[in-house]
């Protein structure tokens, strides 16, 4: 199992222009989260899914987009880069919720600069 | 005020030492979470703890619910045991993560 892979590992954008990142987890989890970590700061929620079709805000939400049309994959979006979104970037996944959460997966992440 | 508190934010120290990192909450949580994040950015998940304590290997993670207060401790520290350490807390229901700012742990050999 590769667990959960990121692609694009590093991109660098000028401000206005519009990117993807990819999230794809091959252990049938039902969770999916995307995290953006800046220096000084905890990881900071961007957006969640609960499961297929589903997708909710979380603590960041302003300037990103999101999309789990397939359980594996979770999209995140920028329509207009600034370069208040450079950042690292990170996805998880964790199984069904049974009790408290269980622990996330992470992917390797994604470096992203907008210049 | 953050819901979750770390201390200290850095911390070097010689190899061999006892290591202990600390995590305050401020809200109810059903469990709380111990991570790692290497130099090299990679995040792996330590321990999901809800009460007492769990060992693997030379880490160690404690929790007292009453005092809202976890400790994760590294026993005959080693240099590739430099990382940053995260802690996180979750409550029943909630399918979120709240995160602390992190430890940078280096061990100097």
């Known amino acids: 199992n590769a667990g959960v892979t990121q692609t694009p590992k590093f991109r660098v954008l000028k401000t206005g222009q519009s990117m993807t990142l990819l999230c794809a987890q091959d252990?049938?989890?039902?969770?999916m989260y995307w995290y953006r970590q800046d220096p000084g700061m905890g990881l900071r929620l961007i957006h969640y899914?609960?499961?297929?079709?589903?997708?909710a805000k979380g603590e960041v939400p302003d300037g990103y987009n999101v999309s789990r049309l397939k359980k594996q994959n979770f999209l995140l979006g920028l329509e207009s880069a600034a370069p208040s979104q450079t950042s690292v970037y990170f996805c998880?996944?964790?199984?069904?919720?049974?009790?408290?959460?269980?622990?996330?997966?992470f992917g390797p992440g994604t470096r992203l600069t907008v210049l | 005020k953050n819901e979750v508190e770390q201390s200290p934010q850095n911390l070097t120290a010689q190899e061999g030492e006892f290591i202990t990192i600390n995590c305050s909450y401020s809200?109810?949580?059903?469990?709380l979470h111990w991570l790692q994040q290497h130099p090299g950015g990679g995040i792996v998940s330590l321990f999901m703890?809800?009460?007492g304590k769990k060992k693997h290997g030379r880490l160690i993670a404690t929790i007292n619910i009453q005092e809202k207060h976890s400790s994760l401790h590294i026993t005959a520290s080693h240099p590739r045991d430099s990382a940053v350490y995260i802690c996180?807390?979750?409550?029943?229901?909630?399918?979120?993560?709240?995160f602390g700012t992190g430890t940078r742990l280096t061990i100097i050999p």
């Open positions: 998880a996944s964790i199984p069904i919720l049974s009790g408290p959460l269980l622990s996330q997966f």
């Open positions: 252990m049938n989890h039902e969770y």
């Open positions: 899914s609960v499961g297929e079709g589903t997708t």
């Open positions: 809200v109810g949580i059903s469990a």
């Open positions: 703890l809800s009460s």
């Open positions: 996180a807390v979750s409550n029943f229901g909630n399918e979120k993560l709240t």
